[in-house]
């Protein structure tokens, strides 16, 4: 079955784009100042947990941004939302005086996580939509009337003007 | 008349303008039969060249009957067939007379403004920012050809537009791009980019006599058409390009590489790719210059790089040192057109090349935004678009 992708290959990849450089200002974020986002959310034990999840976005975020296909590590990033979502639910209970901050950070993971599987999905589904296409067959489009073989040289009568000519010190040795 | 106007970033429209008329005395009016969509108009959608202003009509490959010509325009005359090559050219300065066209010291009119970009002007281009000349472009029914005595190149009856279109652009720069690598038969010629113009390029070292030919893309039907006339390749998503260069030369890496790509090159799995794209956004480079630090760690010492890919800007972490060191040549340049059309004029005659091979989408000036996308992403097999206002 063909199912068309919900957004182009291009905007999907835009997207995760997106996603690689959030992962990387959040990772940096959360690497430069954990102690202040632990007491934010009233999890003051957590500081060291928030710092090596730091590292990780940064490590993801450069995954998406310098893999030729950006895919499997758009799915490491919905692992590390599931992460984010563990540790946080956490903070959740009725003695934490910062719940309400909690709260906030939950529902911000979610939507994030949301974007994180659209994003995943759009370029899994371009991926296949493109493999289904058939493909164009250029392999006869040599624009010669015989084989590259019986053409190679062909053009030899060809006087290479003196000024693009290489030096005779750098042609090959001995010359032929 | 209709024509394609740029609007801004990915905003290309077919808007009704006003039509074109004689300015000056060696002008003609060329009432466009077919134009191209080719890669350089990708950087100006793409929004990377600096200079694009919005209303600007864009296109630089075009061909067509010519209906009007000015007073001191002796060369041609109504109804004459010409190719119009992109580069704009007095052939009367000290540049024209050497045959370096597309640095002509007189065609570009924002002279000033380009000398405080570049050092100095260039050549005026048709459809390609304000920094060489803002001249109305060729993708519309009607273009102004200025010092057309000089640049138009007329031809004869029997050959159709298709065969003929590219000589005004890509099959030059092909030519040319392999003519300044001044092949020996014992070269290797390694070509980035299989697109039309590395396609041009790869038919040029092979009729010029290159022992191997390699060509490097990701785009499996690019791959295709480049192994059709005669090239190895290498699919940069799938293996290390400079693994295979260097197996393929027994470890001494290929005498002459040629940049077909310039300056979007895509990402590949290197951390450089990924560097370039930070400072893009970040505006501290303007230009991605991955096939050239490529170009320069991989080629042979005592090598030749042939540019034509284009660059706009600022360019970060090029290996000069390797450049130096191994002692590297590098000829660059927009095309010297009007150097090589009436011997490629004889070769498409003679049938040595029918450029028209590249061709795989045709369609009407109106449909041409829609092109734009679909040639960019590399959609639907796209190579090489041809339109028909
Ligand atoms: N010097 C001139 O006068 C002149 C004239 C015409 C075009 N150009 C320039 O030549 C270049 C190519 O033009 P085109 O029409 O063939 O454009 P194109 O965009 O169709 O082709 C570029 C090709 O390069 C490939 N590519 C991208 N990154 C790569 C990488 N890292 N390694 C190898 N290949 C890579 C792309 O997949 C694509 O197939 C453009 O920069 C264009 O502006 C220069
Ligand atoms: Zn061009
Ligand atoms: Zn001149």
Same mark, same amino acid.
């Given at each position: 079955?063909?199912?068309?992708?919900?957004?182009?290959?291009?905007?999907?990849?835009?997207?995760?784009?997106?996603?690689?450089?959030?992962?990387?200002?959040?990772?940096?974020?959360?690497?430069?100042?954990?102690?202040?986002?632990?007491?934010?959310?009233?999890?003051?034990?957590?500081?060291?947990?928030?710092?090596?999840?730091?590292?990780?976005?940064?490590?993801?975020?450069?995954?998406?941004?310098?893999?030729?296909?950006?895919?499997?590590?758009?799915?490491?990033?919905?692992?590390?939302?599931?992460?984010?979502?563990?540790?946080?639910?956490?903070?959740?209970?009725?003695?934490?005086?910062?719940?309400?901050?909690?709260?906030?950070?939950?529902?911000?993971?979610?939507?994030?996580?949301?974007?994180?599987?659209?994003?995943?999905?759009?370029?899994?589904?371009?991926?296949?939509?493109?493999?289904?296409?058939?493909?164009?067959?250029?392999?006869?489009?040599?624009?010669?009337?015989?084989?590259?073989?019986?053409?190679?040289?062909?053009?030899?009568?060809?006087?290479?003007?003196?000024?693009?000519?290489?030096?005779?010190?750098?042609?090959?040795?001995?010359?032929? | 008349?209709?024509?394609?106007?740029?609007?801004?970033?990915?905003?290309?429209?077919?808007?009704?303008? %006003?039509?074109?008329?004689?300015?000056?005395?060696?002008?003609?009016?060329?009432?466009?039969?077919?134009?191209?969509?080719?890669?350089?108009?990708?950087?100006?959608?793409?929004?990377?060249?600096?200079?694009?202003?919005?209303?600007?009509?864009?296109?630089?490959?075009?061909?067509?009957?010519?209906?009007?010509?000015?007073?001191?325009?002796?060369?041609?005359?109504? @109804?004459?067939?010409?190719?119009? %090559?992109?580069?704009?050219?007095?052939?009367?300065?000290?540049?024209?007379?050497?045959?370096?066209?597309?640095?002509?010291?007189?065609?570009?009119?924002?002279?000033?403004?380009?000398?405080?970009?570049?050092?100095?002007?260039?050549?005026?281009?048709?459809?390609?920012?304000?920094?060489?000349?803002?001249?109305?472009?060729?993708?519309?029914?009607?273009?102004?050809?200025?010092?057309?005595?000089?640049?138009?190149?007329?031809? %004869?009856?029997?050959?159709?537009?298709?065969?003929?279109?590219?000589?005004?652009?890509?099959?030059?720069?092909?030519?040319?791009?392999? +003519?300044?690598?001044?092949?020996?038969?014992?070269?290797?010629?390694?070509?980035?980019?299989?697109?039309?113009?590395?396609?041009?390029?790869?038919?040029?070292?092979?009729?010029?006599?290159?022992?191997?030919?390699?060509?490097?893309?990701?785009?499996?039907?690019?791959?295709?058409?480049?192994?059709?006339?005669?090239?190895?390749?290498?699919?940069?998503?799938?293996?290390?390009?400079?693994?295979?260069?260097?197996?393929?030369?027994?470890?001494?890496?290929?005498?002459?590489?040629?940049?077909?790509?310039?300056?979007?090159?895509?990402?590949?799995?290197?951390?450089?790719?990924?560097?370039?794209?930070?400072?893009?956004?970040?505006?501290?480079?303007?230009?991605?210059?991955?096939?050239?630090?490529?170009?320069?760690? +991989?080629?042979?010492?005592?090598?030749?790089?042939?540019?034509?890919?284009?660059?706009?800007?600022?360019?970060?972490?090029?290996?000069?040192?390797?450049?130096?060191?191994?002692?590297?040549?590098?000829?660059?340049?927009?095309?010297?057109?009007?150097?090589?059309?009436?011997?490629?004029?004889?070769?498409?005659?003679?049938?040595?090349?029918? %450029?028209?091979?590249?061709?795989?989408?045709?369609?009407?000036?109106?449909?041409?935004?829609?092109?734009?996308?679909?040639?960019?992403?590399?959609?639907? @097999?796209?190579?090489?678009?041809?339109?028909?206002?």
């Amino acid at each position: 079955m063909t199912c068309a992708a919900p957004i182009s290959a291009g905007s999907a990849e835009t997207l995760a784009r997106g996603l690689g450089w959030f992962s990387i200002a959040l990772g940096a974020l959360e690497l430069a100042a954990p102690r202040t986002l632990a007491d934010t959310l009233g999890m003051k034990d957590r500081e060291h947990l928030i710092a090596g999840y730091g590292a990780r976005e940064i490590a993801t975020g450069v995954g998406i941004l310098a893999a030729s296909d950006p895919a499997p590590w758009i799915w490491a990033r919905v692992g590390g939302d599931v992460l984010d979502f563990g540790t946080l639910a956490a903070g959740l209970s009725t003695e934490n005086p910062r719940r309400g901050s909690v709260f906030v950070a939950l529902a911000t993971v979610m939507t994030v996580a949301g974007l994180d599987v659209f994003c995943a999905q759009s370029l899994a589904m371009n991926r296949r939509v493109a493999g289904q296409r058939p493909r164009q067959d250029y392999s006869r489009r040599s624009g010669w009337p015989q084989p590259p073989a019986a053409m190679r040289g062909a053009a030899r009568d060809f006087d290479v003007p003196r000024d693009m000519r290489t030096p005779d010190a750098l042609r090959p040795y001995p010359p032929n | 008349m209709r024509a394609l106007v740029w609007h801004g970033k990915h905003d290309i429209r077919c808007d009704t303008v %006003p039509d074109p008329a004689i300015e000056q005395p060696r002008d003609a009016i060329v009432k466009v039969t077919a134009c191209a969509i080719c890669g350089s108009d990708l950087h100006l959608y793409d929004g990377f060249m600096p200079g694009m202003k919005n209303g600007d009509i864009m296109g630089h490959e075009f061909m067509g009957e010519v209906v009007e010509v000015g007073s001191e325009n002796h060369r041609l005359k109504k @109804g004459d067939r010409v190719v119009v %090559p992109f580069t704009i050219i007095c052939g009367e300065c000290d540049q024209c007379k050497r045959g370096y066209f597309s640095v002509c010291e007189r065609s570009n009119r924002n002279k000033e403004m380009a000398d405080k970009v570049f050092g100095h002007a260039t050549a005026g281009l048709f459809g390609y920012t304000h920094l060489t000349g803002g001249y109305p472009g060729g993708q519309a029914e009607y273009v102004r050809v200025p010092c057309a005595d000089a640049s138009a190149v007329k031809i %004869p009856d029997g050959l159709t537009d298709e065969q003929v279109l590219f000589l005004g652009d890509i099959f030059p720069t092909g030519w040319q791009a392999a +003519v300044q690598c001044d092949i020996e038969p014992t070269d290797t010629v390694a070509i980035w980019g299989a697109g039309p113009v590395g396609q041009f390029a790869i038919r040029s070292a092979v009729l010029l006599g290159a022992k191997q030919v390699v060509a490097i893309d990701h785009v499996p039907e690019r791959l295709d058409m480049a192994r059709a006339g005669g090239a190895i390749t290498i699919n940069f998503d799938e293996e290390s390009v400079l693994e295979r260069l260097k197996e393929l030369t027994h470890g001494k890496g290929p005498e002459k590489c040629i940049d077909a790509v310039g300056l979007e090159a895509h990402a590949t799995r290197s951390i450089d790719s990924l560097y370039d794209r930070a400072k893009q956004a970040v505006m501290l480079e303007t230009d991605r210059p991955h096939v050239l630090r490529e170009m320069m760690y +991989v080629c042979r010492p005592a090598g030749t790089l042939s540019v034509p890919g284009v660059y706009g800007g600022l360019l970060d972490k090029i290996p000069f040192g390797a450049f130096m060191n191994k002692g590297l040549t590098m000829r660059t340049g927009q095309t010297h057109v009007n150097r090589w059309t009436d011997d490629l004029l004889r070769r498409i005659q003679e049938g040595q090349i029918d %450029p028209s091979f590249v061709i795989t989408h045709r369609v009407g000036l109106e449909e041409g935004p829609g092109m734009y996308k679909t040639f960019r992403d590399k959609q639907d @097999g796209c190579i090489k678009v041809v339109l028909r206002p």
